[in-house]
């Protein structure tokens, strides 16, 4: 597509529930972002892919946190058994990596603003 | 691994003053510095990158110095209008995966 396609834009989820946020990147772009931005907070880096590896898992808070990527495409990010603390807008972005120039320049999202009561 | 420190967290300025952000980083072997504007309810969109065999970029009102042995990056914005109210971004990176700053809230006063 023209751009990083993300849904829900918006969820409102109770304390416990599991929650699936989507990712569609800019067509042939074959790295994959996720950051967690929370209210007045910078980026959080939580999860980068390269095709549908995942290189660096580094920053996932929690094992409730995990992330998939397949054909090389859309992804998800799952939140098992969310926490008010959870509460925050979840970006993704993709770039088009390998070794051509520009390769690491993100393209974001709108984000999925995620609310646990 | 990378740390990115910027200052101020808040910026508030009349139109037409210039308004300059700036950031540190702590990796030295970093080579890409890009700035991102954030508007309300939107993602963070590019506006100027810069990288490190490159000592300035200028576009248009938008200007990135770069300071490889200081390790600081900045953003200057000239001649500013209502529509730079955003947040601003540095980031830093020597790979794929670039570190950001936390950001900051510029306010352009009519």
């Known amino acids: 597509g023209a751009g990083v396609s993300q849904s829900p834009s918006n969820k409102v989820t109770e304390k416990g529930k599991d929650v699936e946020l989507r990712c569609d990147p800019i067509?042939?772009?074959?790295?994959l972002y996720w950051y967690r931005q929370s209210l007045g907070q910078g980026l959080e880096f939580l999860i980068y892919?390269?095709?549908?590896?995942?290189?660096?898992k580094s920053g996932l808070p929690s094992d409730r946190f995990s992330a998939e990527r397949t054909g090389g495409s859309v992804s998800t990010l799952t939140i098992q058994r969310t926490q008010q603390e959870d509460s925050a807008v979840y970006l993704c972005?993709?770039?088009?990596?390998?070794?051509?120039?520009?390769?690491?320049?993100?393209?974001f999202g709108a984000g999925s603003r995620l609310t646990v009561l | 691994g990378e740390n990115v420190e910027q200052h101020p967290s808040t910026l508030s300025v009349q139109e037409g003053d210039s308004a300059v952000i700036k950031c540190t980083y702590s990796?030295?072997?970093?080579?890409?510095f890009p700035w991102y504007k954030q508007e309300l309810g939107k993602g963070p969109q590019l506006i100027i990158d810069?990288?490190?065999?490159?000592g300035e970029k200028k576009d248009q009102r938008i200007a990135v110095t770069l300071n490889k042995t200081a390790k600081h990056f900045s953003l200057h914005i000239t001649e500013t209008q209502p529509e730079d109210s955003a947040v601003y971004f540095c980031?830093?990176?020597?790979?794929?995966?670039?570190?950001f700053g936390r950001g900051t809230s510029l306010i352009v006063h009519p």
């Open positions: 980031a830093a990176s020597k790979g794929d995966i670039p570190t």
């Open positions: 892919f390269q095709g549908n590896s995942a290189p660096d």
């Open positions: 067509s042939g772009h074959t790295a």
């Open positions: 972005a993709s770039s088009p990596g390998g070794l051509i120039s520009g390769a690491n320049v993100l393209t």
């Open positions: 990796d030295s072997a970093s080579n890409y």
């Open positions: 810069i990288r490190s065999n490159v």
